[in-house]
């Protein structure tokens, strides 16, 4: 892997999760956790979540320990403690399993499961006072970007995502921008084209929050790989990764987190 360190000063810490979407079995979670955990041992400056599917909190939570580095994120939640609602999963159940973070408005829930931004408005509050922080993801379609959309988008996104949420509760938030057409395709965003979002992104949520809002994390996911995370990592906006394919390789998402890393400046004198 090239490394491509640049050093720009970071006020916000990085953050770097692994959305392992429907895949890993309970058995493989164990293994693939060892391994990761292995790998970052010696990791202190990034925060580093891995979200495995609800089967595998248990065995992922089991493996990690309980003061481990690695933080465990679940990758949707029901607003709801308890209730008749078949085939969902509660925060207080997710946290009971050790559970610190959940994903909420990943775009393949928009796509599939009809999720909007009203529901991620009222999860993302839920889950706060359940003590889940939320990475709230937003992005435009390719339809949406070549039509010159993409602002609009992602700021409707934004407005309509965190409508109800809780100004005591923002330094717990994390911000994803996932350009739908860039999620499991390849096609990552170039760094610029990323940037550029994330600053108005930036830039809104200091609307939104005042002051609080500059110390939101934001994130880009998109087809992150080794290969060009410090690239995207070194611009001012992105704070970190949301990382889909390649989390599920502990090699390729230490390199990735490695990327991530804040450059110490001896390492670049
Ligand atoms: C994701 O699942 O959020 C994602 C960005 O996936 P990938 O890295 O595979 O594009």
Redesign the pocket.
Known sequence: MTKTKIKKSIPRRPFVAG?W?MHRTASDTKILIEDIVQRVQKVATVDMVVCPPFTSLPAAAETLGRHSILALGAQNMHQTKEGAYTGEISGPMLRELGVRYVILG???RRQYFSETDASVAVKAEAAVGYHLRPIV?VGETLAQREAGETNQVVETQIRGSLAHFPAAHLDELVI?Y?PVW????GKVATPKQANEVHHRIRKLLVTLFGEAGSSIRVIY????KPDNAAELMAEADIDGA??????LDARSFFDIIEAARPVRASEND
Do not use: D, P, Y
């Open positions: 959305n979407k990943h775009s393949e993801c994803a996932e860039a999620i499991g395709t996911g998109g087809s992150v949301l990382v889909g394919g390649a989390s």
